[in-house]
């Protein structure tokens, strides 16, 4: 929580020196950068949640400024590989295919899911059980960023982490062709919990997830 709250403070503190106007073009182009929704970056700006080391790099090329007293070494493309808590791998099935021999839209959603269910299983996270409770973990917004797109034969590593904004429950996932290593594409998974039908705080959930969630 103390870094998160250093990051912040050095993110706000450098902004906080521009004009209402100027302040609003360099959120744009933070968020267009760094390839995140304009929230996440007005979040990060107000310690409500980590900054990863790879997006502290693309914010300091951005702006050209020395922003963060350390920031950890990375390559590639996509998030800071050390901030992701699981991968797994998909293959891509021709059936899954559109008449221009890509992926279609849709299918990414079922790859997201597939990932966070395959994350849930390999954490004794049951569902099933939940919902016996009387609680039950839905979607309620899905952001993709669809960068290169995926063919047959292709190899899919879907990697995320988590974290919580009071209520929500926020994937953060990848989808990289392995081969390559090429960002295919991006998303932002937000999950709120229902206990018999009504919002509710889904402690049981934040339970499960603790030992992944910034406390």
Known sequence: ?????????????????????????????????????????????????????????????????????????????????????????????????????????????HYLEHTRHAFCREHDISFAAMTAGGITPVVSRIEVDYRVPLRSGDVVSSSLWLERQGVRFIFHQDLHIRATGALSASAVVTIVCLRDGKPCRGEELATAFAQYLDQ
């Open 1 to 109: 929580m103390e870094e998160i709250l250093k990051d912040s403070i050095a993110l706000r503190n450098y902004l906080d020196n521009f004009s209402k106007l100027e302040h609003a073009v360099l959120i744009d182009k933070l968020a267009a950068g760094c390839m995140v929704p304009k929230q996440t970056v007005y979040n990060w700006k107000r310690g409500l949640c980590r900054i990863p080391e790879l997006h502290k790099h693309k914010i300091e090329e951005v702006l050209d400024a020395k922003i963060f007293d350390t920031i950890i070494p990375v390559t590639g493309q996509g998030m800071n590989q050390h901030d992701y808590i699981y991968t797994h791998d998909i293959a891509v099935r021709d059936y899954e295919l559109d008449s221009e021999g890509i992926v279609n839209n849709a299918v990414y959603l």
